[in-house]
């Protein structure tokens, strides 16, 4: 089982970048396809960004395509999510999440999540 622990949030301005980081512990971070996750305030979650356990396979949402970047780093157990031109629809708790087995169902099937970072971009 791996724990997960999101950092990195905070209230920026419209175009302004943040990078957020999730730091896993219990075991490693390579074992695990990694995601990101958001939930705006009154909506459901929705996933963001996920990468392939040793970074070579990337999928993003259509909405943060060429403003966010997920990255990760086995060697430090985490993983990165970039996030640049950031829009007031940004605005959502993100979530890490991890999960064992194949490249499928990433964006339904995770199997640990963190407790989130709070985004909030101002206009």
């Known amino acids: 089982q791996v724990q997960l622990v999101e950092s990195g949030g905070g209230l920026v301005q419209a175009g302004d970048s943040l990078r957020l980081s999730c730091a896993a512990s219990g075991r490693t971070v390579s074992n695990y396809i990694m995601a990101w996750f958001r939930q705006a305030p009154g909506k459901g979650r929705e996933f963001v960004a996920a990468i392939s356990r040793n970074g070579g396979i990337t999928d993003y949402t259509n909405s943060v395509k060429g403003r966010f970047t997920i990255s990760r780093d086995n060697a430090e157990n985490t993983v990165y999510l970039q996030m640049n031109s950031l829009k007031p629809e940004d605005t959502a708790v993100y979530y890490c999440?991890?999960?064992?087995?194949?490249?499928?169902?990433?964006?339904?099937?995770?199997?640990?999540w963190g407790t989130g970072t709070l985004v909030t971009v101002s206009s």
């Open positions: 999440a991890a999960k064992s087995g194949p490249w499928m169902s990433i964006r339904t099937q995770m199997e640990y």
